[in-house]
């Protein structure tokens, strides 16, 4: 079983910066994909970027430019750099990685851009 458990959400004012962690569990982290979700008030959850084992990365429109994910496969960790904020990024941030075709979840960890 994998786990995932995220943290590094916080409240922050707009135009701020803020980085997300995800420690993944398992000896197979490096091998898979991970990702980057977030959820909204109200909304269905979107994708926000993604990481491949080769460390080729994609994003939504939405943060491109603001936004970087990355990881570090020696601490099994996935990471999300998030530079000016807005109050629109608010959002329970989420990530996910896909291993043998099952795709795991963290619980989350909340964002909130307010002034």
């Known amino acids: 079983q994998v786990q995932l458990v995220e943290s590094g959400g916080d409240l922050v004012q707009p135009g701020r910066s803020l980085r997300l962690s995800c420690a993944v569990s398992?000896?197979?982290?490096?091998?898979?994909?991970s990702a980057w979700y977030r959820q909204a008030p109200g909304k269905q959850r979107e994708f926000i970027a993604l990481i491949t084992s080769g460390n080729k990365t994609s994003y939504a429109d939405s943060v491109k430019g603001r936004f970087i994910i990355s990881r570090d496969n020696a601490k099994n960790t996935v990471f999300l750099q998030m530079n000016s904020l807005k109050p629109e990024d608010t959002a329970v941030y989420y990530c996910?990685?896909?291993?043998?075709?099952?795709?795991?979840w963290g619980q989350g960890t909340q964002v909130t851009v307010s002034s």
């Open positions: 996910n990685t896909v291993q043998r075709g099952v795709t795991y």
């Open positions: 398992g000896s197979s982290f490096s091998f898979y994909p």
